[in-house]
């Protein structure tokens, strides 16, 4: 019964990682099918913003560390279903891509398949892969691989970069672009990405949940459109109506600067801003193109095989940056725009 998917209204889902930007819209996503959902974080205490997202006693923040693998035994027990969400842009303190991406991921995986949990959703990210010379991406191909070893049957997701209104792409270089009279492209803005709305990645989460996307496969999911770094910031700048000097910065340059930035960071204990640091692993990341494989779309393993049509940047982006403009959203240019 535990696995018996027929019933969402009786069956529990926990979700690591729930009360983050990813995934708050999956909570939403699952309690609006009428599941009960279990949020997995280290917090519980900061996750009470998702509780008006569905009824009375629906969703319930429990306290669970992917470092201690009893707490996260705990958290799946008596779910119907898992989805593992946890995951880092950068390391800090014990958080570490190894710990968080690939150590953590294995302990999930473990933690389901001792409670012959079944049905699985585990989120990784285009680009994972064990030859990558990116300490974030190889940790990231581990966990995947961890997940595909307890529960064969798992689904994983390789989204793009995810936009949303709580994104941490947009929103940092509409930041940037405000208070930045220059903004470095780095590669020379050449990397090309296929950014994705958290929304519809959510919405693959949930279909995959209820049975509907075959398993032990790896989907790539990205928007409907490609565009460069450049491409993205001029759009990111002509939303806010801001005019930095967009200066080209080549990647031996951005890996001496992103050094320099890890030093200020160690010196200052991790006080720089989020929004400047840059970091060496960052700058491997962008060396190579963040987009769905031609193999990914031969095969079906992308969103049109999953039957969701991808919203645009441009259908959502503009709704949350406008906040960025000299005037806000009081700004006369956004209804002439």
């Not at 599941?35 to 974080?41: E, I």
């Not at 669970?64 to 969400?85: C, E, M, T, W």
């Not at 020379?188 to 989460?205: R, S, Y």
Request: hydrophobic share 50%; proline share 5%.
């Amino acid at each position: 019964m535990a696995n018996d998917l027929s019933l969402p209204s009786q069956q529990l889902v926990t979700v690591f990682g729930g009360s983050g930007f990813v995934g708050r819209h999956v909570v939403r996503a699952l309690v609006q099918r009428g599941y009960r959902v279990r949020v997995a974080v280290r917090r519980p205490d900061l996750a009470g913003f998702l509780q008006p997202l569905g009824t009375v006693g629906q969703i319930h923040a429990v306290q669970a560390n992917l470092r201690y693998p009893d707490s996260v035994a705990a958290a799946v027990k008596g779910a119907a279903a898992v989805v593992n969400l946890v995951g880092i842009l950068q390391e800090g303190g014990r958080q570490t891509f190894a710990g968080v991406q690939a150590n953590g991921a294995r302990a999930v995986a473990q933690a389901c398949a001792a409670a012959g949990i079944t049905r699985v959703v585990h989120v990784s990210a285009i680009g994972a892969a064990s030859e990558s010379g990116s300490v974030y991406a190889r940790s990231k191909a581990e966990g995947e691989a961890a997940f595909h070893a307890s529960v064969p049957g798992a689904v994983v997701l390789r989204p793009s970069i995810v936009f949303g209104p709580e994104d941490g792409f947009f929103n940092r270089f509409a930041a940037l672009a405000r208070s930045l009279p220059v903004l470095p492209l780095i590669g020379g803005g050449e990397t090309k990405f296929q950014p994705v709305f958290v929304g519809d990645v959510a919405e693959a989460v949930a279909r995959a949940v209820e049975g509907r996307v075959p398993g032990g496969r790896i989907y790539e999911l990205g928007g409907p459109e490609v565009k460069s770094f450049r491409e993205l910031i001029v759009d990111i700048c002509k939303v806010t109506d801001r005019k930095p000097l967009l200066v080209s910065l080549p990647f031996p340059l951005a890996r001496l600067q992103a050094r320099i930035l890890e030093i200020v960071n160690a010196l200052t204990l991790g006080l720089l801003p989020d929004a400047l640091m840059l970091t060496r692993d960052q700058v491997k990341l962008l060396e190579s193109d963040n987009v769905v494989s031609a193999a990914a779309v031969a095969e079906g393993r992308s969103f049109e095989a999953l039957g969701i049509a991808p919203v645009s940047v441009d259908a959502v982006v503009p709704s949350y940056l406008w906040r960025f403009r000299k005037a806000g959203q009081f700004d006369t240019a956004r209804s002439d725009a």
